[in-house]
Nanobody, 127 residues
């Protein structure tokens, strides 16, 4: 059973940085592409970034390009999303998901193509 766990969310101020993590207990993260998604209150889930399993290629939605960095440490079965220059509209529940490939449109991973999901972690950006 493929399970993912997102963690590391919190309350930060605009301009701050935060890193959220995604662990995959019980299965090898190295076999999967990992995507990060965000859902703000009252809005649809938004694909933010994806990192492939094969060559580590990364993809970013325009809304986070240049501010967020996705990475993975297969030895630790953990993927990360480093978020810098956070803005109030970055607030939301952040989810990680796994799939056999990064299915994306203009850099934004497409959630319906990701088979495995974890519970989210809340990120709140507010002064």
């Amino acid at each position: 059973h493929v399970q993912l766990q997102a963690s590391g969310g919190g309350l930060v101020q605009p301009g701050d940085s935060l890193r959220v993590s995604c662990t995959t207990p019980g299965f090898s993260l190295g076999h999967y592409a990992i995507g990060w998604f965000r859902q703000a209150p009252g809005k649809e889930r938004e694909g933010l970034s994806c990192i492939s399993d094969s060559d580590g290629r990364t993809y970013y939605a325009d809304s986070v390009k240049g501010r967020f960095t996705i990475s993975r440490d297969n030895a630790k079965n953990t993927a990360y999303l480093q978020m810098n220059s956070l803005r109030p509209n970055d607030t939301g529940v952040y989810y990680c998901a796994a799939n056999y490939a990064c299915i994306e449109i203009r850099g934004s991973p497409v959630d319906r193509h990701f088979a495995y999901w974890g519970q989210g972690t809340q990120v709140t950006v507010s002064s």
